[in-house]
């Protein structure tokens, strides 16, 4: 018999600042095997440029992939390797941290109005002394798939089926099978996902509020999903949610400020190999 995801948490995202006092809403999981291969979701949303407007001045990563994705504004991307990039409304950028990446990003405000997320993902053991990779996803390559009564799906990452029909998103990412997804759906709008079974999987509302197996999950709430091979979405009102399932990575994680490692040791070399100025070489 197939099995039906459940929801087996609802966690809150709670304000917190970042870079130069950047305004956000964030949700953790670094410990947390369940939220795994994900480390963390930070939501941008103002109408008040005083909230971002110093961004997020450079600075270092190790061990880790990022995929930022824009609602409405603009997200310019400057790295040490002379990668410049502005993601625009309805885009994403994904970087690869690898062994190392010294990076800036500056939120831009649209029409009076930021908002959009940047996700965490772990890399595993064997990714994390790769070399750095950057690219940017402008909103015409975005995979998009609309049905009378299910809304409008937006796939940027990975693969996915959706009522049935086999999506393939622009990004496949470095490390373990995962996929990410925006759904934007009208009030009584229902969709199916079909998810592997052993694949860790959580939602969170950004807009409205939506249900799974008769469990609302309202703005601003990350609802984390049992195992199993589909799980129903359906919109309670006017509602935007972002979808995460992903193979789970089941190896130590130690996180210490922008640096994502498997052992204490391998955060100790990793502070002095910035230090040393190590980093800029890559």
């Known amino acids: 018999m197939s099995v039906n995801r459940q929801v087996q948490a609802i966690l809150r995202s709670h304000p917190t600042s ?4 950047v305004q956000i ?18 939501e941008l949303k103002s109408d008040r440029s005083q909230d971002y407007i110093g961004g997020f001045p450079p600075h270092p990563h190790r061990g880790i992939e990022t995929l ?3 609602l409405c504004g603009h997200f310019q991307h400057r790295d040490h390797m002379g990668n410049i990039g ?6 994403a950028q994904w970087m690869a941290a690898g062994r190392g990446v010294i990076h800036s990003e500056m ?3 649209q029409d009076g109005r930021l908002h959009g997320f940047q996700i965490w993902i772990n890399q595993p053991a064997k990714n994390k002394m790769q070399p750095a990779q950057y690219h940017d996803f402008q909103p015409d390559v975005i995979t998009q798939w609309r049905q009378n009564q299910a809304g409008l799906l937006r796939l940027i990452a990975g693969d996915m089926t ?3 029909q086999k999506l393939h998103g622009p990004l496949q990412t470095t490390g373990v099978p995962l996929c990410v997804a925006d759904w934007q759906a009208d009030q009584d709008d229902k969709v199916l996902f079909d998810t592997p079974k052993q694949h860790n999987a959580f939602i969170y509302t ?5 249900s799974i197996d008769n469990k609302q999950i309202s703005q601003g709430q990350l609802a984390l999903l049992s195992h199993g091979e589909h799980f129903t979405l359906s919109a309670q009102e006017a509602s935007g949610v972002l979808i995460f399932v992903g193979e789970p990575i089941n190896e130590p994680v130690v996180h210490y400020g922008p640096f994502v490692m498997n052992s204490e040791q391998e955060i100790e070399q990793t502070i002095l190999d910035y230090q040393s100025g190590l980093f800029d070489s890559y």
């Open 86 to 91: 502005e993601l625009k409304t309805g885009g």
């Open 68 to 70: 930022t994705y824009m």
């Open 162 to 164: 959706v009522n049935e």
């Open 206 to 210: 950004y807009k409205g509020a939506v």
């Open 25 to 42: 809403q964030r949700v953790s999981g670094f410990r947390d095997s369940r939220f795994s291969p994900f480390l963390m979701l930070d």
């Open 107 to 109: 939120p831009i405000m």
């Open 18 to 21: 970042d870079g130069d006092g």
